[in-house]
């Protein structure tokens, strides 16, 4: 910005983004009205976004700019004031990728806005179509100069879904497509479970409290479940799924990342470059499987017919198309271990999977016993190890479970669990994933956003999984929809003594 | 925002002592039916010199739901409420209740405790503040009614204080609150609720095609009541440093702002009949924008609510109401 603006002095919004255009790729989308437009929608709400603001869709669908906005509001339930006034606004451009055209046009919209409504040159280009396009968007953005920012101060940004690549393989290949036009600073790739509270919460729990870090360790921790849980079957995105399985579509983003942020040091600031040296760091620690290990550290499931939630749902390979022969997984389970001096000798029992009884995530660690009991044995039959667990979703928050007294004359020792809920203790509103990420994609904070080496490191320890999994002979285990998974998976702890949380 | 309410216990005493209205507060806990862990946030304590304010913070309170949970102590004035006004020493007649709600799933409480406080110990407010305050939160002050004198026992336990200038005399009450705000952390309930338009003025210079001409306003219209009109007016004219010549303050049923800056023009005012308002920015032969925001409920607990969450000094608002003092009209509004 290049003037201060006293007025702004004091002001609460101080994330506010500045005057830009976003760019919507695939704007007739599914994500585009599911996700974006209602995170804009709150961030015009909230006085997040700026006045001098605009959002151009482009799709091959063909509409008019009125057709644009009146769908746009359309699939909003109570459209407020400002979401109307922005909506009003909103242009769109009907086109191919393949084609220079559309993306002339889109040039010519680009330069009207910002004469019009002092957008100032800046854009924000969202790619929310199937990442086939997405190397072919960005060659043509190039092609036209669109795809740098002019030498005045403005930015050019590009976000990019999951997912990114396959494998390791063509995860490069991707890289280097957008690297072709766009520097690694202004690729934004979005995992939405970054932007949810409690997960950057993990860095706040862990970082700003002293009691928790010093305990964060291998001396403290006996072992840390990871779970990601979804009451849901694939629904229509069953041919999607059918190429993806929870490996790719949960494991290598989602599970990564939140196990990261658990095993991660202390960076030296909370900011893009600190975080993301350390997560990286930390995915570089986990031990990678050889192909002959995977049989062993990895559970590999699919569900069957089942009651969920009181509904009675279909076997996977009963689902609208899914082959009827299918192999590919619906829950995983692993067990992984951590190379270096914080975390040798922890295991971290990471489970995920769809039709489980709810949908549920949290890190749990579960710390050792204490080293000598003092009490009789019946006294402390209620009694388990310490553990503490940042809830994710749906109810986010912290518990500790610890043991206590239970009144009355005998001593007696029982496990309480303390619960604190985000709800609860802040009058703020949560912002939606989409709607923190989104607003820190116009304000140019990359924090949140994945790196491409992190993306690079995550496949790294995905690849062998992948390859086992690609063997004909590697065993799917069913279980039935509406239960914690199949029993191959109980057995991956059972081994070690230990037992999943019911959570 | 506000989840409803429920009493999950309650208990009165008439003449009692401090030490019995703590320990019914602690058996009402034990009692109650929900979780053994509270979440809470705040001491809040409410000053209300008459039944009418009493009655009208208990409402707001109330209509807080959920949030902010923690311990209220409502004093009010022996005799104001129903009960005894006797004036025995070191006795109280109180009522305690335990109030429940369910924010995203989760069952959260607050107690509230008032308190009625006989002349005898309006000396000494503070010692019976003190016993009934959470350990580590921040201490509130919410002085409903009236303003506290310079020594009221009160602000020594006070970490802020809230007020409502609206209630309390709009301009005429400017000195006294800026006195105060000298010694103590103020928070203005009626500045928060002008959050709205200062926002929007301020959204109208963002970026490079407008930034500039923040510097460049030569003439500021305000309209609005009395109180709201000279804060803005004591805000903008703080901000941007322009002398009182460049201001037209006028009465109306709702605040606007008109700044004529040179080849530019920017205005805020509430939309014809509507719950919101509008602001738009035009360069002279260049671009122009708009922006639309829907008013945030005006409601009390609204205010409240949003000025819990602010327990912070606020320099713009010290140096607003400083400003305002220039527009007010000698000896008074
Ligand atoms: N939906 C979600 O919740 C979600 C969640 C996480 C990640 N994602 C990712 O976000 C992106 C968009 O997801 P989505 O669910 O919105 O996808 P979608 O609805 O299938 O596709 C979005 C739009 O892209 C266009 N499109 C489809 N196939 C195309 C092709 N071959 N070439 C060019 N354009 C094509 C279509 O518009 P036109 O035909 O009008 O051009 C379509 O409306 C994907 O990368 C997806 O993996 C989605």
């Known amino acids: 910005m290049t003037e201060q603006n006293p007025l702004a002095e004091g002001a609460e919004s101080d994330r506010r983004a500045p005057p830009c255009v976003l760019v919507v790729f695939g704007a007739s989308g599914d994500l585009t009205t599911r996700k974006l437009m209602p995170a804009l929608a709150e961030l015009a709400d909230g006085r997040r976004l700026p006045a001098a603001f605009c959002v151009v869709g482009v799709a091959r669908t063909e509409m008019a700019d009125e057709d644009f906005q009146a769908r746009m509001l359309a699939d909003m339930d109570k459209p407020s004031a400002a979401w109307e006034s922005l909506v009003s606004g909103f242009r769109y451009v009907a086109g191919d990728y393949s084609h220079p055209d559309t993306f002339a046009a889109l040039k010519r919209v680009l330069a009207e806005v910002h004469a019009a409504r002092g957008t100032g040159g800046n854009v924000v280009y969202y790619l929310a179509t199937p990442p086939q396009v997405f190397g072919e968007?960005?060659?043509?953005?190039?092609?036209?100069?669109?795809?740098?920012?002019?030498?005045?101060?403005?930015?050019?940004?590009?976000?990019?879904?999951?997912?990114?690549?396959?494998?390791?393989?063509?995860?490069?290949?991707l890289d280097a497509q957008m690297h072709a036009s766009f520097d690694e600073s202004q690729i934004y790739r979005i995992d939405h479970y970054l932007g949810k509270e409690t997960v950057q919460n993990v860095l706040a729990l862990r970082f700003a409290n002293a009691i928790f870090e010093p305990i964060w360790n291998r001396r403290y921790v006996d072992h840390v479940q990871i779970t990601v849980a979804e009451s849901l079957g694939v629904g229509h995105r069953g041919s999607f799924y059918e190429g993806a399985g929870a490996l790719r579509d949960i494991v290598q983003n989602h599970v990564l990342q939140v196990l990261a942020l658990t095993l991660m040091e202390p960076p030296a600031t909370i900011d893009a470059q600190g975080i993301r040296d350390e997560k990286v760091k930390a995915l570089r620690a986990v031990d990678i499987l050889s192909v002959d290990e995977v049989g062993n550290e990895v559970v590999r499931g699919q569900y069957d017919r089942g009651w969920v939630e009181g509904g009675e749902v279909p076997a996977y390979r009963e689902e609208e198309g899914v082959a009827a022969d299918s192999r590919t997984e619906t829950y995983m389970a692993m067990r992984m271990q951590v190379d270096n001096w914080r975390w040798a000798g922890v295991p971290f029992y990471v489970r995920t999977g769809k039709r489980l009884p709810k949908r549920y995530t949290?890190?749990?660690?579960?710390?050792?016993?204490?080293?000598?009991?003092?009490?009789?044995?019946?006294?402390?039959?209620?009694?388990?190890?310490n553990a503490l667990v940042l809830r994710i979703q749906p109810d986010e928050g912290i518990t500790l479970r610890f043991g206590a007294k239970v009144p009355g004359q005998a001593f007696r020792v029982r496990s309480t669990s303390m619960d604190f809920s985000y709800g609860a203790a802040f009058m703020e509103e949560t912002p939606e994933a989409y709607e923190r990420l989104l607003l820190d994609a116009m304000v140019g904070d990359p924090t949140l956003f994945i790196r491409t080496d992190e993306v690079e490191q995550a496949w790294r320890i995905v690849d062998p999984i992948l390859e086992a999994f690609a063997d004909p002979s590697f065993p799917v285990a069913h279980y039935q929809a509406g239960t914690w998974g199949p029993r191959e998976a109980d057995r991956l702890l059972d081994r070690d003594g230990r037992r999943w949380r019911s959570p | 925002m506000a989840e409803p309410v429920t009493e999950l216990g309650s208990w009165r005493g008439e003449q009692v002592k401090v030490g019995q209205v703590l320990d019914a507060l602690a058996d009402l806990r034990r009692r109650s039916p929900m979780g053994a862990t509270r979440t809470s946030v705040v001491n809040l304590v409410v000053v209300a010199r008459t039944g009418d304010a009493a009655d009208r913070a208990a409402a707001a309170i109330a209509g807080l739901g959920g949030r902010h949970p923690g311990r209220t102590l409502m004093l009010v004035p022996a005799g104001s409420g129903s009960g005894s006004n006797g004036d025995s020493g070191d006795k109280v007649d109180a009522s305690v209740s335990l109030l429940g709600s369910e924010v995203e799933g989760h069952d959260?409480?607050?107690?509230?405790?008032?308190?009625?406080?006989?002349?005898?110990?309006?000396?000494?407010?503070?010692?019976?503040?003190?016993?009934?305050t959470l350990p580590d939160l921040p201490v509130v002050v919410w002085f409903v009614s009236d303003l506290p004198l310079a020594d009221d026992p009160v602000l020594r336990s006070a970490d802020v204080v809230l007020v409502d200038s609206k209630v309390l005399g709009d301009v005429g009450a400017f000195p006294r609150i800026a006195e105060l705000s000298?010694?103590?952390?103020?928070?203005?309930?009626?500045?928060?609720?002008?959050?709205?338009?200062?926002?929007?003025?301020?959204?109208?210079?963002?970026?490079?095609?407008?930034?500039?001409?923040?510097?460049?306003?030569?003439?500021?219209?305000?309209?609005?009541?009395?109180?709201?009109?000279?804060?803005?007016?004591?805000?903008?004219?703080?901000?941007?440093?322009?002398?009182?010549?460049?201001?037209?303050?006028?009465?109306?049923?709702?605040?606007?702002?008109?700044?004529?800056?040179?080849?530019?023009?920017?205005?805020?005012?509430?939309?014809?009949?509507?719950?919101?308002?509008?602001?738009?920015?035009?360069?002279?032969?260049?671009?122009?924008?708009?922006?639309?925001?829907t008013l945030p409920d005006a409601s009390l607990p609204w205010s409240l609510a949003d000025a819990l969450t602010r327990l912070e000094r606020d320099r713009v608002w010290e140096q607003a109401l400083r400003g305002a003092l220039v527009f007010a009209p000698a000896g008074g509004p």
């Open chain 1, 362 to 385: 949290e890190v749990a660690m579960e710390f050792h016993d204490v080293p000598h009991l003092p009490f009789g044995r019946k006294d402390t039959r209620g009694l388990g190890p």
């Open chain 2, 182 to 293: 000298r010694r103590h952390i103020v928070v203005d309930l009626s500045w928060g609720r002008l959050r709205p338009w200062r926002e929007l003025a301020a959204g109208l210079f963002d970026g490079r095609a407008f930034a500039p001409f923040v510097t460049r306003v030569r003439h500021v219209d305000v309209t609005g009541k009395e109180g709201p009109r000279h804060l803005l007016a004591g805000w903008l004219a703080s901000r941007l440093e322009l002398p009182r010549s460049a201001f037209s303050l006028s009465p109306a049923r709702h605040v606007s702002l008109a700044l004529a800056a040179e080849g530019a023009s920017f205005e805020v005012a509430r939309e014809d009949g509507k719950r919101s308002v509008r602001a738009s920015a035009s360069v002279d032969g260049g671009p122009s924008h708009t922006d639309v925001l």
């Open chain 2, 108 to 132: 959260v409480w607050s107690e509230q405790v008032t308190l009625s406080v006989g002349r005898a110990m309006a000396h000494h407010t503070d010692s019976l503040i003190e016993p009934f």
């Open chain 1, 137 to 173: 968007v960005a060659a043509a953005l190039a092609a036209e100069g669109m795809s740098k920012p002019e030498d005045d101060g403005s930015f050019v940004r590009i976000v990019i879904e999951k997912p990114y690549g396959r494998d390791l393989g063509s995860a490069r290949e």
